[in-house]
């Protein structure tokens, strides 16, 4: 479960999410990769419980939820320039993922 506090800085901008969704306005959620020693930081189980809210929340509203967070396509630390930031060797795994998966989809589908 995500706490009180997590929860206010999720809830916020997936309502506004939810608000934009409905009036035609194209939304996609991104959940970037972070680093095993990050994932430990948090409380048992908060880390799932956070991306389950998420996949939730989006799919409540139709938008699509892509999770980058995967721990066999990101070194540690080669990577992370910290434990939740890529840096230039992540970013050019990432930016590729993102562009061709998630923004070209919603580009196509808006008519571009």
């Known amino acids: 479960m995500v706490s009180p506090a997590g929860r206010a800085e999720v809830v916020g901008p997936l309502v506004r999410i939810g608000w934009r969704a409905c009036r035609g306005i194209k939304v996609i959620v991104v959940n970037m990769p972070i680093t ?3 994932e430990q930081l948090l409380p048992p189980a ?3 419980s956070y991306r389950t809210y ?3 929340t989006t799919a409540k509203y139709g938008v699509p939820f892509f999770d980058y967070n995967n721990h066999a396509l990101f070194a540690e630390p ?4 910290d434990p939740h930031h890529l840096n230039q ?8 993922l993102v562009a061709t998966e998630a923004l070209l989809p919603a580009l196509r589908e808006l008519g571009w």
């Not at 080669?78 to 320039?81: E, G, K, Q, R, V």
């Not at 060797?89 to 590729?96: H, Q, T, V």
Request: proline share 5%; charged share 10%; aromatic share 14%.
């Open 54 to 56: 998420l996949q939730q």
């Open 89 to 96: 060797f992540g970013a050019a795994k990432l930016s590729p």
């Open 46 to 48: 908060a880390y799932a």
């Open 78 to 81: 080669h990577d992370f320039l």
């Open 36 to 38: 095993t020693i990050q």
